[in-house]
């Protein structure tokens, strides 16, 4: 997918939006309603695409829960290491272990044995112990719960998906691909606080229909830059040939 | 473009009315011009914003350079709470959306030249003091200095009540700002050699409007003796005020 490193400043867009609408003054709804507007627009794009990629490292600490980042709304990857650098090649995946849950103290728990009694306190007997080399964690109330084998790491690296802005409540820049979807999205969120119909009608159908800009963008954003598709036929034509 | 006298003797001519000793004088008349002018402005001002349209009213902005006032505790209506103000330096057309005022930008006289000039830099954005809950609770349109609102709201001081306009998010450093109002012609002086504040085209639709607020004021007072009919000779015309279409230039309201 083509994340493009070109991006527009959010002015470009609202200055085009207030003007399709004949409100160039911010007369009506004000500058801040549009740049409201456009910040929701980002971050349901983002939903879909999940394009605004960030990293963020945390220490683990004893007792083993850990705070996710507070603008993390999907997980990439998340990665155990030791010292200041992670090292991929021997930094071992932290799996998801779905509704696991302890309290820092010994055993967990997990609704996933069977066991009528979901807050049974388990203590694996030694043949069901999970292997040492297993790192896995439950997640619940933007918490991780790391298992116990996790403390010999000291850091953990999450590749993830923000909202779509860096600083909640600045100013933030448009990428490319999507500039006339937030555009149309903030035209659209106008119109309805103005209560022009026709407008919203005409919006209705860049944003709702399989051909409107809503879903181009989608749709540009998910599709392979000519690079991946050159990197893919070379793949697809030559791998595993010696020539 | 005629001056207002021109436009009331015309109107006075018009009603016989413009010997020494008439019923209706030049003052009268000039008053009523005033307030047709004022009507029509605010009719075409009204509908030009309505459809988006500022660049045709754009000549009727008034631009003013306001001190600021900050944390008067001697304002007795707001006493208690860091108000930052200035007052209106003249009344302002009451339109939709508080659109009176058409702008308030920083003063900024000192800009370097590759600036924009202050009116394209950092837009005030009006509210209300009672939608200030609403706007705080947003992180995207909370007040800041580059991101400043205004609220309107009548103060009742100890020299009378003021047209006063609240600020919130500007910096304590702020002593001048720069507005642009739809402002509404002086009302306590009536020049009759200054030329009428309307366009051209304008001045037949305020014409009528005179002659028949003028025609309407010599007819009345009209004697009633009992209010149930009986006062009238049969088939005697009651005098009522002209009706006009509702697509009178007059009543073209928006």
Not at chain 1, 87 to 98: D, E, K, V
Not at chain 1, 195 to 202: G, Q
Request: hydrophobic share 40%; with cysteine.
């Amino acid at each position: 997918m083509p994340a493009g490193a070109a991006k527009y400043p959010l002015s470009e867009i609202i200055t085009a939006a207030a003007q399709e609408l004949r409100d160039e003054e911010f007369g009506e709804l004000g500058r801040p309603f549009y740049v409201s507007a456009a910040q929701h627009a980002l971050g349901a794009i983002n939903k879909r695409t999940d394009f605004f990629k960030k990293e963020h490292v945390a220490s683990i600490p004893q007792n083993r829960i850990l705070e996710l980042p507070g603008d993390l709304t999907a997980k990439d990857d998340v990665y155990l290491f030791n010292g200041d650098n992670c090292n991929i090649t021997s930094a071992p995946t932290l799996w998801i272990s779905p509704n696991k849950l302890h309290f820092g103290g010994t055993g967990s728990v997990a609704h996933n044995y069977g066991n009528p009694n979901p807050f049974t306190t388990w203590i694996f007997p030694v043949n069901f112990a999970p292997a040492n080399c297993l790192y896995y964690a439950g997640e619940r109330s933007g918490k991780l719960y790391l298992s116990p084998s996790c403390l010999t790491f000291s850091n953990v690296l999450f590749l993830y998906t923000g909202i779509g802005v860096e600083c909640f409540g600045d100013d933030f820049d448009v990428p490319e691909w999507c500039r006339e979807a937030i555009t149309d999205w903030v035209i659209h969120r106008a119109a309805t606080a103005m209560r022009r119909k026709d407008v919203i009608a005409e919006k209705n159908i860049e944003l709702k229909t399989p051909s409107g800009s809503w879903a181009t963008a989608i749709w540009d954003y998910k599709r392979m830059d000519k690079k991946e598709r050159y990197d893919n036929s070379v793949y697809n034509t030559r791998f595993g040939r010696y020539y | 473009m005629p001056s207002l006298g021109q436009i009331a003797d015309d109107v006075a001519h018009a009603l016989g009315m413009d010997h020494d000793d008439a019923m209706r004088n030049r003052e009268a008349i000039l008053y009523v011009a005033h307030l047709g002018i004022l009507k029509l402005k605010k009719q075409t001002i009204a509908k030009r914003l309505g459809v988006g349209d500022t660049q045709a009213i754009s000549d009727m902005v008034s631009t003013y350079i306001v001190p600021v006032v900050h944390n008067d505790v001697g304002d007795d209506v707001v006493s208690d709470w860091d108000a930052v103000w200035f007052d209106l330096p003249t009344t302002v057309f009451s339109l939709d959306d508080g659109r009176g005022i058409s702008a308030i930008r920083y003063l900024r006289n000192e800009l370097p030249m590759n600036c924009g000039p202050a009116f394209a830099l950092t837009p005030f954005t009006q509210t209300t003091l009672a939608g200030l809950n609403s706007i705080y609770g947003s992180a995207y349109q909370k007040p800041n200095t580059s991101r400043p609102y205004y609220a309107r709201a009548r103060a009742n001081t100890l020299t009378g009540p003021k047209d006063r306009v609240y600020l919130f998010g500007i910096d304590q450093s702020i002593n001048h700002l720069v507005v642009a109002l739809f402002a509404i012609p002086d009302f306590t002086t009536l020049d009759p050699d200054a030329p009428v504040d309307l366009p051209d085209e304008m001045l037949m639709t305020l014409r009528k409007m005179i002659l028949e607020t003028e025609a309407w004021a010599l007819q009345i007072p009209q004697e009633r003796l009992q209010n149930d009919g009986r006062d009238l000779q049969p088939g005697e015309v009651v005098r009522t005020s002209r009706l006009t279409s509702v697509n009178d230039p007059s009543n073209q309201d928006a």
